[in-house]
């Protein structure tokens, strides 16, 4: 029983940290409605984005939260083959849209259209910036829990680290959704 109310607090101690992350990513959301139109003569954001890029990057996530869902069934069956596997399949999507955003970013900043240009690019790269980074930060996660199953199997202690993973992977689904409406989909009026 104590074992349980241990995994409890760990499980609610990650909710808790989630509400931080979004509470940071609130505040950054903010900051960009407010300050997308400041674009101080330049082109506005939505001539400088590639749509369809953005949603290619778009159902590349939202698959690799389908893998990481299939993923964390296996574990729930027992099923180390295809837990592996699953996850292998959601870190080479996660990987996917990480280069495809690198790209995006490598793109604007050789037609001169960086965070220094002006302040709805500053907003811009550090909104969806700082999503970049938790996907990096979630892959290094997926690929040391990767590393600990074929190691050491696939225990509770490792299963309950792929739960929180899961958490936090489906989390930054739910954040790009919003990058993608507030960001590239909704105009500027």
Not at 24 to 36: E, G, H, Q, W, Y
Request: aromatic share 14%.
């Amino acid at each position: 029983m104590e074992k349980f109310d241990t995994q409890n607090k760990v499980i609610f101690g990650f909710w808790v940290y989630l509400m931080t992350d979004l509470i940071m990513f609130a505040v950054l959301f903010a900051t960009f409605a407010v300050l997308r139109g400041n674009t101080y003569g330049g082109l506005p954001l939505s001539s400088l984005f590639s749509l369809p890029l953005v949603l290619k990057e778009t159902l590349i996530l939202l698959t690799s939260s389908f893998t990481c869902g299939l993923s964390l069934l296996a574990v729930n069956h027992e099923n180390t083959k295809q837990t592996i596997g699953w996850l292998l399949v959601t870190f080479g999507l996660g990987v996917s849209f990480l280069v495809l955003e690198l790209s995006e970013f490598s793109h604007l900043i050789a037609e001169g259209h960086s965070f220094q240009t002006n302040a709805a690019l500053s907003s811009y790269f550090s909104l969806v910036g700082t999503h970049g980074l938790h996907i990096a930060v979630g892959l290094l996660w997926l690929l040391v829990a990767l590393i600990q199953i074929w190691v050491k199997g696939l225990s509770p202690h490792i299963a309950s680290k792929l739960t929180r993973f899961s958490l936090f992977w489906h989390f930054l689904d739910v954040i790009w959704i919003f990058i993608f409406t507030i960001v590239y989909l909704v105009p500027l009026k």
